[in-house]
């Protein structure tokens, strides 16, 4: 069971930590609160971009699902393992 539930807690954490339409329309356009998605969303224009506020933006965005893959990781790769060896 714990390559399934690593896996299902990999993929929900991702889903949950990248969602961008509920944030969008629950904190509003001309909100001063954003998530780490939307604010991303925010820095960026139509004709220019603020790489000062996107660029740190994108690292605080990649690295926590990053870290919890490398974590669970050893056990999502156990699963595969086990079940290809006969016996």
């Known amino acids: 069971m714990r390559p399934i539930v ?3 807690v990999i993929l929900n954490a991702l889903s949950v930590w990248n969602d961008f339409a509920g944030p969008q329309v ?6 001063d609160i954003y998530t780490v998605t939307t604010g ?5 224009g139509a004709y220019s971009a603020d ?3 996107v660029f740190p933006t994108l690292l605080l965005a990649v690295i926590p699902i990053l870290v ?3 974590v669970l990781q050893r056990h999502v790769m156990s699963g595969p393992a086990a079940g290809s060896v006969k016996g």
């Open 51 to 53: 790489y000062t506020k």
């Open 68 to 70: 919890l893959f490398v």
């Open 6 to 8: 690593a896996t299902v």
């Open 26 to 31: 629950i904190l509003g356009p001309g909100s």
């Open 40 to 44: 991303v969303y925010a820095a960026v």
